[in-house]
Nanobody, 121 residues
Framework: QVQLVESGGGLVQAGGSLRLSCAAS????????MGWYRQAPGKQRELVAG???????NYADSVKGRFTISRDNAKNTVYLQMNSLKPEDTAVYYC???????????????WGQGTQVTVSS
């Protein structure tokens, strides 16, 4: 069994910064794409940023220039650096990954439990 555990959420004033981390643990053979999604109250979950195993990235238009996704393959961890935060960034942020374990099991679109980010105006 594998796990994705997010950390780094919290309450911050508008204009501030937060850094989210998501660490994968378990009998992991490889991790392909990783990403961050968010879901605000009453809204659908949306992609914030994604990163491939080779380091290619993509971002939602709403966060381009403010958020940066990165990963440390040696630590099986993905990060989301969030700068110039706005109240509309308030949401639960979820980590997502495609993982293969040493038993050959494929965890497609595997989710973490989420971490709350609240930006006050």
């Amino acid at each position: 069994q594998v796990q994705l555990v997010e950390s780094g959420g919290g309450l911050v004033q508008a204009g501030g910064s937060l850094r989210l981390s998501c660490a994968a643990s378990g009998s992991i053979f490889s991790i392909n794409a990783m990403g961050w999604y968010r879901q605000a109250p009453g809204k659908q979950r949306e992609l914030v940023a994604g990163i491939t195993s080779g380091g290619s990235t993509n971002y939602a238009d709403s966060v381009k220039g403010r958020f940066t996704i990165s990963r440390d393959n040696a630590k099986n961890t993905v990060y989301l650096q969030m700068n110039s935060l706005k109240p509309e960034d308030t949401a639960v942020y979820y980590c997502n990954a495609d993982i293969v374990d040493y038993g050959g099991r494929y965890y497609r679109d595997y989710w973490g439990q989420g971490t709350q980010v609240t930006v006050s105006s």
